[in-house]
């Protein structure tokens, strides 16, 4: 059964912060529920249990110091960390001091959120890949033809063609990237993921997409090596079946 992944509570007013963060999130990976204010975020946590906090340090209705003391009032050990605009060390230490395990500067790249997370959440380099992995093999489908035809602006007759040439070449760039590895070529290794993740995108290959992506951020993992093979072969392995009554139905000689 696979692992379940972390979930955070994010509290942010700003929507293009919101949405930023939310993505950055995800892609450490754990499930994230987000509020726009204390208010919907003290209702959320009335009825979810959540493996951190990550809480903006000023908020329409109070403040990040604040909504944390309630919070507190019901979860004493869950982790939380703060975000804010602000650079001054006596802001970043007054939110350290109100008990933010970290206090983030915005903007900040979604490395750094991803890396404050994994702290306070303990994860080891070791535990990150199979929560990666448990990611992957969650509920992302192995082909999304709708997601193919939007990147290719609807034309499924197109996504199709690139799917068949797709999976003809996809053993090849997997030997590429596993060989490379292997080498400790971890700049080729790069470069064939790149390639491949964007072929993932016009095809609509979401899980191998997500373990691509995965494999990119730790391209030393062998965790995530073996996980982006198995992957392929479970891609593979549906585009051959989903193929195989087309050729059935091939009319009979007279």
Not at 53 to 71: E, F, K, T, V
Not at 178 to 195: I, Q
Not at 224 to 252: I, N, W
Request: proline fraction near 6%.
């Amino acid at each position: 059964m696979p692992q379940q992944l972390p979930r955070i509570l994010l509290v942010e007013d700003d929507p293009t912060s919101r949405s930023f963060l939310t993505a950055a999130l995800r892609a450490t990976p754990v499930d994230v529920d987000a509020a726009d204010s204390l208010a919907a975020a003290l209702a959320m946590a009335s009825s979810q249990t959540y493996s951190a906090w990550m809480i903006d340090a000023r908020l329409p209705d109070g403040s990040g110091a604040n909504l944390l003391a309630r919070l507190r009032e019901r979860d004493p050990h869950t982790p939380a960390i703060a975000h804010t605009a602000a650079h001054e060390s006596t802001i970043l230490d007054a939110l350290v001091s109100a008990g933010f395990a970290e206090a983030l500067v915005k903007p900040m790249p979604a490395a750094t959120v991803q890396a404050a997370l994994r702290r306070v959440l303990g994860l080891t380099p070791n535990l990150a890949p199979a929560i990666a992995t448990a990611y992957i093999d969650g509920d992302l489908p192995l082909w999304d033809d709708d997601a193919a035809a939007l990147a290719l602006n609807g034309n499924r007759v197109h996504v199709e063609t690139l799917r068949e040439l797709f999976v003809q070449e996809l053993s090849k760039s997997v030997y590429a990237i596993t060989t490379a590895a292997e080498r400790g070529d971890l700049d080729s290794v790069r470069s064939d993921l790149h390639r491949l993740r964007a072929s993932c995108g016009f095809v609509g290959a979401q899980r191998l997409a997500a373990a691509v992506q995965a494999l990119q951020q730790d391209p030393a993992s062998s965790v995530l090596l073996d996980t982006l093979e198995r992957v392929a072969q479970e891609t593979l392995a549906q585009a051959k079946s989903a193929a195989a009554p087309a050729t059935d139905q091939s009319p009979a000689p007279a």
